[in-house]
């Protein structure tokens, strides 16, 4: 395994890969050494672009590790356009089983690639919802999307997006 580290506004991520592709980013109380490969150098590049504005897509290639239904839930994910939300119940929908809100909120909360996956992008109905790493990230993310966040109701229309 490949290891490597990169600071951000939410704070230390570790980004951890095989030879082929990226296996997990997490947050990391302290660096550890670092054994970087070609994987984890471009997802480092593609995340310090992404805080800087400059990237909206990633496309370094992911090993997620998980049941069928998490992996269709992390594939969703990974069609919310950078600046747009879903709710947790849109995301059910998209995956086939409009009643599987908690399973798909389960599943949102376990995905291995925060940022990359965006998982930051889920809200509640009437609101913020949760988020792994914490509201203050999901806040920071979204800001930095330029999503607009709602004191006490739902998320404007303008930023919800609606899976084809």
């Known amino acids: 395994m490949f290891t490597d580290y990169l600071e951000t506004p939410l704070g230390l991520l570790r980004l951890t890969a095989s030879e082929s592709a990226l296996c997990k980013v997490d947050l990391s109380e302290e660096r550890g050494a670092r054994t970087p490969n ?12 992404y805080f800087l504005k400059k990237r909206e897509d990633f496309s370094v290639p992911l090993a997620p590790q998980g049941t069928p239904f998490q992996k269709c839930v992390w594939a969703a994910l990974a069609g919310i356009p950078y600046g747009k939300v879903v709710t947790y119940g849109q995301l059910a929908a998209a995956v086939g089983n409009a009643k599987a809100v908690r399973a798909a909120a389960s599943a949102v909360g376990k995905n291995p690639f925060p940022i990359l996956l965006s998982c930051h992008r889920v809200v509640a109905a009437n609101g913020l919802g949760g988020f792994a790493w914490g509201l203050t990230a999901k806040r920071t993310l979204l800001q930095l999307e330029g999503v607009e966040i709602p004191k006490k109701s739902a998320f404007s229309e303008n930023f919800l997006f609606t899976f084809p």
């Not at 070609?38 to 672009?49: I, N, W």
């Open 38 to 49: 070609t994987v984890t150098r471009e997802a480092v590049l593609q995340l310090s672009e």
